[in-house]
């Protein structure tokens, strides 16, 4: 599928997934397959920044970018982590795991700003995010919105009719993005 969406689109892409499906196809074959099929990068959520060894080395050899994420938990992690992410650092919006929420209560803007005194690598902010107005806020303190879990409510709500509505939801927020940097 990403060799086909590589013959019309340029920007990058961002593989996520957890540790496990890469150990079980290998982690040297995995990156390997994903700089084949032209992805940019991986996040792998549940690879701690301290034990990233387990697959930058394979990212490195392949030319796959190994984005690291910081959380509301990471402030003094946070400078070695910023001084040494690749491609852009994932800024994780809330604790807890993955899915739409109501509302982000951390102060999003003190950690990008954090960031920003020892780096300057893009931040992206992400998990939560699933309204035009949660993008905004974000983009408006940030570098980026990413959204994930709200694209794939809406393709398990609509199942094989699913693209006009992420088609639809997807320009709603690329819009709101962009106008938060307008202001």
């Known amino acids: 599928m990403v060799k086909r969406v590589r013959r019309t689109v340029d920007v990058p892409l961002v593989f996520m997934t957890y540790i496990n499906p ?15 099929c ?11 920044f301290e034990e990233k060894e387990e697959v930058s080395g394979a ?8 984005i690291s994420m910081i959380s509301p938990t990471s402030k003094e992690r ?27 209560t951390t102060n999003i803007k003190e950690m990008i700003g954090h960031v920003k005194k020892v780096s300057d690598i893009p931040c992206a902010v992400g998990l939560g995010i699933a309204t035009p107005q949660q993008a905004q ?3 408006a303190v940030s570098d980026g919105a990413i959204v994930g879990s709200a694209i794939v409510k809406l393709i398990a709500q609509n199942g094989k009719d699913c693209i006009e509505p992420v088609c639809r939801y997807v320009r ?3 819009a709101a993005v962009a106008s938060a940097a307008c202001v």
Do not use: H
């Open 22 to 36: 890469i150990y079980t196809y290998g982690t040297e074959r995995f990156a390997k397959r994903c700089a084949e």
């Open 172 to 174: 709603e927020m690329k």
């Open 78 to 104: 946070v400078d070695m982590i910023a001084r040494q992410a690749k491609g852009f650092l994932y800024c994780v919006s809330s604790l807890g795991s993955t899915g739409v929420r109501n509302g982000i």
């Open 137 to 139: 806020e974000m983009a």
């Open 38 to 48: 032209g992805i940019d990068g991986i996040i792998v959520p549940d690879v701690p």
């Open 59 to 66: 990212c490195a050899l392949s030319g796959i970018e190994l």
